[in-house]
């Protein structure tokens, strides 16, 4: 009689020796590959496929990409929106036709301004796995098993990502006189936030570093039609 191996026990765990293609995905019926979560078919999240849930979609890494622009647009766009508000109230002036007129502190102070208001803006979708990047463009962050991610996670993944975005505004000068060792290492802040974004490129999950270290997924968000019979259940 020949001998047979077992099936693993976990269906993401790809058994030595399997050809890299090796499965059905439940959801579209296409061929997809082993030790995903993701089908590399459809995109679609495998563990809700297999358990019959309405199966959720990986988002697309350029799309993540733009989530994460999108948070860092909206708080330079708001400080700029703050930093002329101050000038109609009078806490600072502003010359435009003279640059070197313009004071840093006060680029700072409406820098910061501006964050607290995208993290109050946070506080509100944060319990439903989103930033404000995330909620304009459709998209929520879950865990890797599936289940939904707890607020106090998204607060360490995205808040504490969004609060060293804006590092460099926080120990500029003169709002702080910073030692040289702390500058140097907050230089680097921006190249290892761009090397974290670059790990979605290189896996079939779509995960950066930080989604490594949390182990979350992000999925897009879709709308569910309804038909008229359903509407007029209703």
Excluded at 80 to 100: K, N, P, R, T, W
Aim: hydrophobic share 50%; proline share 6%.
């Amino acid at each position: 009689m020949g001998r047979f191996e077992p099936l693993p026990t976990d269906p993401y765990e790809q058994p030595p020796g399997a050809r890299r293609f090796g499965a059905i995905c439940a959801a579209c019926r296409g061929d997809t590959q082993l030790g995903t979560r993701f089908c590399t078919n459809c995109g679609g999240l495998r563990d809700d496929a297999e358990r019959g849930h309405t199966v959720r979609y990986a988002a697309s890494k350029w799309m993540r990409l733009f989530a994460r622009l999108a948070d860092l647009l909206l708080v330079a766009g708001m400080a700029i929106v703050v930093y002329f508000l101050l000038d109609a109230a009078g806490a600072i002036e502003i010359d435009l036709a003279d640059s070197s007129n313009l004071e840093l502190s006060d680029l700072n102070v409406s820098s910061l301004i501006a964050t607290g208001i995208w993290f109050l803006w946070f506080a509100v979708v944060a319990p439903r796995g989103q930033t404000p990047g995330k909620q304009l463009l459709r998209m929520r962050i879950i865990m890797a098993d599936g289940s939904d991610a707890p607020t106090s996670l998204n607060w360490m993944r995205e808040g504490l990502f969004q609060f060293f975005a804006v590092v460099p505004s926080l120990v500029a000068e003169p709002i702080m006189s910073p030692a040289e060792w702390l500058t140097a290492i907050v230089s680097l802040a921006p190249f290892v936030m761009l090397m974290d974004a670059a790990f979605i490129f290189a896996g079939s999950d779509k995960q950066t570093v930080h989604d490594r270290i949390f182990r979350t997924l992000v999925v897009r968000i879709q709308r569910v039609p309804q038909h008229s019979a359903e509407l007029r259940a209703l």
